[in-house]
């Protein structure tokens, strides 16, 4: 069999079988190194089955891939906006902002409603995470944080305490304490650590579990008093950007996005990926379970919002317009699940009928990206956090008040 | 699979993880997308009378109207 013919710069022992011949320069896990060739064509087929190949191995999942499209396609007997044809249209929306918030130096990042329905936690570039008052507008609590790009907080489910994490590679937990002259920071918890950085953080049924995902590629589940590392989750080839855990009623079951543009359905108990979709053009930035339980919808970078249906394993709608050429951060469903808010780098709000699949109306007002909208638990209201350093809330009324309230610390 | 993290792992072995997943999902139980709807469309059509982004807040339960202090800007 004839070698290649390669330019040799070096001629002596190889490295590996100490064989006298021309040496290529390689590099083995950043060390140089010099190989003959036949040593270098040897390591090249190192792990590879009888047979087996990159090419063969790609092969076969193309054709899997194909097969799993057709499976799919048999149950694809008509479109959601189709069957939803007979139902009546949304009657015209009245959702203005109610209220602005105003007191971080530098763009939020994220968001999240307390149970009470009232009070929220934001978190920010400039590090500092406030636990807010709606109603009022005040702060109740602010918590500097080590590293800046705080890119994750969340409200424990009794109220008492917060998590969030960004840069630092961790989620932290600090429970709020109601004495408003304690030193938070001191009383901080680390329980999470990842190996990058922290891009979602939610706690699960209790104040006891938290469930994270990372910029390294993995969600995982912790148990905050110890710390201790309870499951993770592999199985995305490239940053997790956000998750969302199923509505308690239907299981133990939550869902990922991220850079490798795949929505993966994870069972919480086995660590196992049931259920994957891969449908979007570009990062997804968000996911966000329907309140049914059995869908799930995603944002992505590629401008569309696209609805998934669980028990038919596919896509069933996808939001978007012509018109509409920015990347979706955040989203999220109204109480009924007939609406859908979406918040986009060109700085707005739109708001989608889920069943018919048009916008029926859109939100003004940041003045940078929008990076989270959430609704809060009660369904009454709509928060949105922005690159412009504010939040709004707003809301449905029966009589359009206006107020914008500065803070006055 | 121990679960290292994929930029860790040659492409061969991503390969070799998206395969074994791909085997796995072609198997997994499916039902016709317009049943599915059906119940969705069911599911809002009993909750969407109620949801308050759609029908808003009379001004008895409104808790952000009303006189709070602060000032209007014009």
């Not at chain 1, 600090?174 to 922290?198: C, F, G, I, Q, R």
């Amino acid at each position: 069999m004839c070698d290649q013919t390669f330019m040799a710069i070096t001629f002596g022992p190889c490295d590996n079988c100490s064989t006298t011949s021309p040496l290529m320069n390689i590099y083995i896990k950043n060390e140089p190194t010099n190989y003959c060739s036949f040593c270098v064509e040897m390591m090249a087929c190192q792990g590879l089955l009888k047979g087996e190949t990159l090419a063969s191995l790609k092969n076969e999942s193309e054709s899997l891939k194909k097969k799993l499209e057709e499976e799919r396609a048999k149950l694809h007997d008509v479109e959601l906006h189709q069957v939803a044809e007979k139902i009546e249209v949304v009657s015209a929306l009245s959702i203005k902002t109610r209220r602005v918030l105003k007191g971080h130096g530098n763009k939020v990042l994220c968001m999240d409603w307390c149970k009470d329905k009232r009070r929220l936690v934001s978190s920010s570039q400039d590090g500092k995470v406030i636990v807010w008052d709606g109603f009022t507008l005040n702060k109740e609590h602010a918590v500097p944080m080590p590293c800046t790009w705080v890119m994750a907080c969340a409200y424990a489910p009794s109220g008492c305490a917060i998590a969030c994490g960004g840069l630092d590679n961790k989620c932290s937990v600090y429970p709020l304490s109601l004495d408003k002259n304690e030193n938070l920071a001191a009383k901080k918890k680390s329980v999470a650590m990842h190996t990058n950085y922290l891009s979602g953080c939610t706690f699960t049924n209790s104040d006891m579990q938290i469930l994270t995902s990372s910029g390294d590629g993995t969600c995982a589940l912790w148990d905050v008093e110890s710390g201790q590392l309870l499951q993770s989750f592999h199985g995305h080839t490239a940053d997790v950007l956000s998750l969302d855990l199923a509505p308690s009623e239907t299981g133990n079951t939550f869902v990922s996005g991220g850079c490798d543009k795949k929505a993966n359905v994870w069972d919480m108990r086995s660590g196992q990926n049931v259920q994957s979709f891969e449908t979007h053009e570009s990062d997804i930035n968000c996911v966000k379970y329907y309140p049914s339980g059995d869908a799930f919808a995603s944002a992505s970078d590629d401008a569309t919002c696209r609805l998934y249906d669980l028990r038919a394993d596919r896509e069933v709608a996808v939001y978007q317009k012509d018109s509409i050429i920015f990347g979706v951060s955040s989203l999220d469903f109204s109480l009924s699940g007939r609406l859908l808010f979406g918040g986009y780098n060109d700085y707005t709000i739109n708001i989608w009928d889920v069943l018919k699949g048009n916008r029926v109306s859109m939100l003004f007002g940041h003045e940078n990206r929008v990076s989270t909208v959430k609704v809060s638990p009660d369904g009454t209201s709509v928060c949105s956090a922005s690159w412009d350093n504010t939040l709004r809330v707003s809301r449905a009324l029966g009589m359009p008040w206006l107020l914008v309230l500065y803070s006055l610390t | 699979n121990t679960g290292r993290m994929a930029r860790d792992m040659t492409d061969k072995e991503i390969l070799k993880m998206e395969l074994d997943q791909l085997k796995k999902e072609v198997s997994t139980p499916r039902t016709p997308v317009g049943a599915n709807c059906q119940e969705t469309i069911s599911f809002v059509e009993g909750l969407a009378a109620d949801d308050p982004l759609i029908k808003g807040v009379p001004d008895d339960k409104n808790p952000y109207k009303g006189d709070k202090g602060g000032c209007i800007i014009t």
